[in-house]
């Protein structure tokens, strides 16, 4: 996969992006970040990329014609058939349905807006989708673009040295991902489960559906609502709400 960044700070996003899994992705050729400053493209000396916006009010406004020529510069004859993704609070919200259907394109490309966000016609003309990762606001787009990456190619084959951990992750599934233990066996008088240790696949693969059941229903219930449970799941979440303490009692633990 082939990934351009178009940005004004660019180096604030190298070296998350050559470091870890992405950065051996990377040397391994299944994922490929070009990252572009926009600043490159102004055609004035102070290599102006922002303006006073129309029609009064405070901050700067991103202006269209480093930003066109930037991306048209580097995508080139392909720029119609190449998804232009711009990280913005005023776009749809990130999930892993999202990630998934991202990464089947061979190329993308991302636009971090900054300042008060971007002339519109960027928007209307140029941009193919919006993009947020929460409903909150960040100083530019160049963390959701970092967080998308790192989404995206947990999804390229090869990436993840397990083959199966893309799809055992959080809300690849729809739930929670199960708790996790490793070495030792006890540490300060807490135990890892018995079942963890037991050598019984059947057993342990029964324990982590329940225990995504259980951390779901506890942390995000509204993940439920869409997911489709067979009868022993049914039968596990209703023991679980009829455990549940009356409303007036402390739940804290949960």
């Known amino acids: 996969m082939l990934i351009d960044v178009f940005s004004l700070f660019p180096e604030t996003m190298e070296p998350y992006l050559t470091s870890s899994i992405l950065g051996k992705a990377q040397e391994a050729g ?55 993704v711009m990280l913005t609070p005023q776009g749809e919200v990130f999930d892993q349905a999202k990630a998934a259907r991202l990464s089947e394109h061979e190329r993308l490309a991302f636009l971090c807006g900054r300042y008060e966000g971007v002339d519109e016609r960027v928007r209307e003309f140029l941009v193919t989708e919006e993009i947020s990762i929460g409903d909150y606001v960040l100083t530019g787009g160049e963390l959701p673009a970092m967080v998308v990456i790192d989404a995206l190619a947990r999804q390229i084959p090869g990436v993840l040295g397990d083959a199966d951990a893309a799809v055992k992750d959080s809300h690849a599934m729809g739930l929670l991902e199960y708790p996790h233990y490793t070495r030792p066996a006890e540490y300060r008088g807490w135990h890892v489960p018995d079942v963890l240790l037991s050598g019984n696949h059947a057993n342990v693969d029964t324990w982590r559906k329940q225990e995504a059941l259980r951390r779901t229903f506890f942390r995000r219930p509204d993940l439920l609502e869409s997911l489709s449970l067979d009868a ?14 009356p409303r007036d009692q402390d739940q804290s633990a949960y």
């Open 30 to 84: 299944l994922l490929r970040v070009q990252l572009h400053n926009i600043r490159d493209y102004t055609t004035d000396r102070h290599h102006t990329t922002d303006d006073e916006p129309y029609g009064g009010g405070g901050g700067m406004v991103m202006k269209p014609e480093p930003i066109f020529s930037a991306v048209e510069s580097v995508l080139g004859e392909d720029l119609n058939t190449i998804p232009l």
């Open 232 to 245: 022993a799941d049914k039968e596990f979440l209703k023991h679980l709400r009829e455990s549940q303490p």
